[in-house]
């Protein structure tokens, strides 16, 4: 009986910026709406910015708690407090940053060991996430803070790579396998499509994706309705490799 009643308990570690910080808190308000545990890990200073967030959702009567972590800005080469992605204002920066956020993987190992908690959502950002939570026993599920078009458009330029096929950086091309035409010109695309793989923010992302093929599953920030026909060729495109 004490096991039928026992309230799961999912961590949730948002990537340091505002744009994933955001959705990620209220998702852990809509677990935490449904009668689970919710508990958001976070760097010290991103934790003082999200009390007034948190407490006015326990004040409406849900309760989200907070365990925060030192970020290793020292460490990592950066000013003491410079905990958020929005600070970054160099490619040295950047890729000091990114180092940091890697360096957090002790604090979170020893978190899931002590407090063993059913499943934990980490953000895209955290390749290394996957690997940490399977040595502690606990599933880890990736959570996107974008919607379902955005990575399935993502995605097939990274498998097709259309934009080899055209002769400058302003002539379109159309993005294959996707419900419906659309073009882009290689001068819209982010850095990681044509970036080297091996270094920097392109080989996160690729990275990011390696963990996600073998993670428990994915979370997206959207729902059915909205994007019916991107939801569907999402799961098809990853059909058989892990849970959406």
């Given at each position: ?24 808190v209220e998702l852990a308000k809509l677990f935490a709406s449904r009668g689970v545990k919710a508990t958001i890990i976070t760097t010290t200073l991103n934790a ?115 934009h080899n096929n055209v002769s400058s950086d302003s002539e379109p091309f159309v993005i294959p396998s996707l419900p419906h035409e659309i073009k882009l010109t ?59």
């Amino acid at each position: 009986m004490g096991t039928e009643n026992r309230q799961l308990h999912i961590f949730f570690f948002p990537f340091l910026a505002q744009g994933h910080m955001i959705p990620t808190v209220e998702l852990a308000k809509l677990f935490a709406s449904r009668g689970v545990k919710a508990t958001i890990i976070t760097t010290t200073l991103n934790a003082r910015l999200l009390a007034q967030t948190i407490q006015r959702s326990k004040d409406s009567g849900i309760e989200v708690g907070l365990l925060p972590v030192k970020f290793p800005s020292a460490e990592a080469g950066l000013p003491e407090g410079f905990e958020s992605a929005h600070m970054v204002t160099s490619a040295e920066m950047q890729k000091k940053f990114f180092m940091a956020t890697t360096m957090l993987e002790p604090q979170i190992g020893q978190i899931l060991e002590e407090h063993a908690p059913d499943c934990l959502v980490a953000d895209m950002f955290f390749p290394w996430a996957t690997d940490v939570a399977r040595k502690h026993g606990v599933p880890r599920l990736v959570f996107h803070g974008t919607g379902f078009f955005s990575l399935s458009a993502t995605e097939c330029v990274r498998v097709h790579k259309p934009h080899n096929n055209v002769s400058s950086d302003s002539e379109p091309f159309v993005i294959p396998s996707l419900p419906h035409e659309i073009k882009l010109t290689r001068n819209q695309l982010p850095d990681f499509a044509e970036g080297n793989v091996d270094t920097g923010f392109p080989k996160l992302f690729n990275d990011s994706i390696e963990s996600e093929v073998t993670s428990y599953g994915v979370i997206v920030n959207s729902f059915y309705e909205l994007e019916r026909d991107y939801a569907d060729h999402y799961r098809k495109f990853w059909e058989g490799r892990r849970g959406i």
